[in-house]
């Protein structure tokens, strides 16, 4: 359950700022697969950052009940200078869990090879995404938070991820950010579109994207 | 309840955080953690060097090594947690990424390690010199151990302090180190408070460094018990620079989070 009370969060640019939320209020659907719709800069990350707790809002309240996942984008959580297995343990050490377990998941679900004892940095944008989502389906979380990173990486590995979300659909919800519609219209069930200072959802994620395509031609 | 799962998660956190910087510290390169131990060797090597030289006396106890090894473990503790607690942030920020990892649980870790680590190199050293021969008697655990402690504090403090203000004014980093260096000369490293002109030690005597460092003497030696260091001032000062690091720390973090 994640819950907004007359949240704001604008950020300082050079002439003047830029608004994110203005005195926002409003209840994320439960158990439903959120697509997060804007234009660029309207703050799409932003918000699922606010949503994991990776970022303060200015001023409100979000209350969060649930485990979510850390935002899964390619600027991601990843320490650039150490390698794969480094990052995994890292994060098994902070959510708590067994270290074995989640490395051999990672190392059959990621098809990362060598690749894995390598340094992030080293890291193609594809083989980070494969590497955060494999990582994340081993932790189980309740809410997956995606930034743009699905849809990434050839026909195979998007089915993997498919099929693995498929198989957690039961237990638990993504909310993504994605510039692909066809991304959005394969996993959502209802989609919040950004206007700059607020948010809307739309249950008819059609007609969501069709509003956001007008936005980006005006 | 909820304070208890906190505390568990931000253990978890702290603990994640110290292996990955004792990983990124010593077991990237195979000289590892011979470079803890090579600074104070250098240090001591190099007074050695310069005292006999001067045909000067010790000026505490009978051996160079260990008056100069009782000098440069709280200077080092000092200067390497100031530069660690500074970089920090920088060196970790994508680890903010994960909502539990807090700025503050950075500079903790990073800052265990420090003193663990030349907690160890000091024991390494008494033991080296105990080898050769050295007579080592230790007096107070608990002073030794409580001018540690303020050192500690203090280091964090201006750490912290440092870590909010280059960001606004980049060059301060330099500034900053152009001034701490002569800290160096003026903190006793290298000699004791006593051996200066009444003059000179009032010149100096603003520096909590020269205080906490006669006073981790003070703890070590059976035979020295300086009468120049102000407990009291040493308290104070580091108290309220951690006060004010703490403060500068949680304006700073909320920024430090977004990307």
């Known amino acids: ?218 | 309840m909820e304070l208890f799962q906190a505390l568990n998660v931000q253990g978890r956190v702290i603990s994640a955080l110290t292996l990955r910087e004792t990983r990124a510290r010593y077991g990237n390169s195979k000289l590892g953690f011979f470079w803890a131990l090579f600074e104070p060797f250098a240090h001591i090597t190099v007074f050695i060097g310069i005292f006999s030289a001067l045909g000067r006396a010790v000026p505490l106890g009978d051996s160079m090594g260990l008056f100069m090894l009782t000098g440069i473990i709280p200077w080092l503790l000092y200067s390497n947690t100031v530069s660690n607690v500074m970089g920090g942030l920088n060196s970790n920020k994508s680890l903010l990424g994960y909502p539990q990892v807090m700025p503050m649980d950075i500079t903790i870790s990073r800052v265990v390690l420090e003193a663990a680590t030349l907690f160890i190199v000091m024991l390494l050293f008494l033991a080296g010199f105990f080898y050769l021969g050295v007579r080592i008697e230790i007096d107070s655990f608990l002073q030794m151990f409580s001018a540690y402690a303020l050192l500690i504090l203090l280091a964090t403090g201006v750490g912290l302090i440092n870590a909010a203000i280059v960001p606004i004014y980049p060059s301060y980093q330099s500034i900053y180190s152009a001034f701490s260096r002569p800290l160096y000369f003026i903190s006793g490293v290298f000699f004791t408070a006593d051996f200066l002109q009444p003059e000179v030690f009032a010149a100096i005597d603003f520096n909590p460094l020269i205080h906490l460092i006669e006073w981790f003497r003070s703890g070590f030696y059976p035979s020295f018990q300086s009468h120049l260091y102000d407990p009291e001032y040493a308290v104070a000062v580091c108290v309220s620079v951690f006060a004010l690091g703490l403060i500068v720390e949680r304006v700073n973090s909320k920024k430090a989070r977004q990307v």
């Open chain 1, 1 to 218: 359950m994640i819950e907004f009370q007359k949240v704001s969060k604008s950020y300082a640019i050079k002439n003047g700022k830029n608004t994110i939320l203005d005195n926002v209020s409003f209840t994320f659907p439960e158990k439903k697969n959120i697509g997060v719709l804007g234009v660029n800069g309207a703050g799409k990350s932003t918000l699922l950052r606010l949503i994991a707790g990776s970022e303060y809002a200015d001023s409100g309240k979000i209350i969060r009940r649930g485990r979510y996942s850390w935002p899964l984008g390619f600027s991601g959580s990843f320490h650039p200078s150490l390698s794969g297995i480094e990052n995994l343990r890292f994060a098994c050490r902070i959510y708590g869990c067994d270290i074995k377990y989640v490395t051999d998941y990672v190392k059959d679900f990621s098809e990362l090879g060598k690749y894995i004892e390598e340094p992030i940095k080293t890291y193609s944008s594809g083989m980070r995404s494969r590497l955060a989502f494999a990582l994340s389906m081993a932790i189980d979380f309740e809410v997956y938070l995606v930034d743009e990173i699905m849809g990434v990486g050839d026909q195979g590995f998007q089915k993997k991820c498919h099929d693995a979300f498929e198989s957690k659909r039961e237990k638990s919800s993504i909310i993504m950010v994605s510039h692909s519609m066809n991304t959005i219209r394969d996993y959502s069930d209802v989609a919040i579109l950004l206007t700059g200072e607020s948010l809307e959802i739309h249950h008819d994620v059609n007609q969501a994207i069709d509003l956001y395509n007008d936005l980006t031609k005006a």
